[in-house]
């Protein structure tokens, strides 16, 4: 096998890994938004495991990046790729974190006292978890027009979790004695804002990784 052959090899191991941590983490946005839903006491522990699979991927991708950018000395754009694979996992580890939380706080609530849901906390969960799958798609794609949705869609969680905010602040407001279950929410509901801007972070790393373009101060530049 050729050197050449070898690292096409290695570059293309690397994308699969990604993916495969993405796909981990999507598990675990699902499991944190099931359990916002249906609080459940075993949910805790589901969500540790699925996020030490997340911690264990992000450190073998990044000694991969590292011992690649080390033997191969990469021309521009596989180092462009390498660069972008590496800050991508760092990114979903975050949000897998983020699941992880949100997980912690619904389980909290479910070995105390039920509290009522803001009407758009689902859909805020459900548009979080669709904008990382999206900014996934842009990376394995390059789409542009997916990428443009993402950013398009930040703004909308950010309305979401205002909203959210507001609800639940009128919920303590109203009840005293249900103050720490819904500081939890609280929490839950700033997590799935954080998550959302991750993955508009991905999205503008992947215009970087095919395009060369730096947009995440200018969106305007998005071609």
Request: aromatic share 4%; glycine share 4%.
């Amino acid at each position: 096998m050729t050197q050449l052959r070898q690292f096409e090899i290695e570059l293309a191991d690397l994308k699969r890994s990604i993916v495969a941590m993405g796909d981990m983490v999507d598990r675990a946005i699902g499991l944190a938004i099931e359990g916002i839903r249906r609080p459940t006491a075993d949910l805790r522990e589901r969500a540790r495991t699925l996020e030490d699979g997340v911690d264990a991927m992000e450190t073998v991708i990044e000694d991969r990046c590292h011992t690649i950018i080390a033997l191969q000395n990469p021309m521009v754009r596989d180092l462009r790729f390498i660069i972008s694979a590496m800050s991508i996992a760092s990114d979903l580890e975050q949000i897998g974190d983020h699941a992880e939380s949100i997980s912690k706080r619904a389980h909290y609530i479910a070995c105390h006292n039920p509290v009522a849901n803001p009407p758009e906390l689902l859909e805020l969960g459900e548009l979080a978890r669709e904008m990382v799958r999206q900014s996934m798609d842009a990376f394995v794609t390059g789409n542009a027009e997916v990428t443009r949705k993402v950013i398009e869609e930040e703004p909308q969680t950010d309305r979401q979790t205002k909203s959210c905010y507001v609800f639940i602040q009128e919920r303590m407001a109203l009840d005293s004695a249900l103050i720490k279950e819904y500081t939890h929410l609280l929490r839950a509901v700033s997590s799935l804002e954080q998550i959302g801007d991750l993955a508009m972070a991905i999205a503008e790393e992947t215009v970087f990784m095919h395009q060369a373009q730096m947009i995440r101060h200018n969106h305007d530049q998005l071609k």
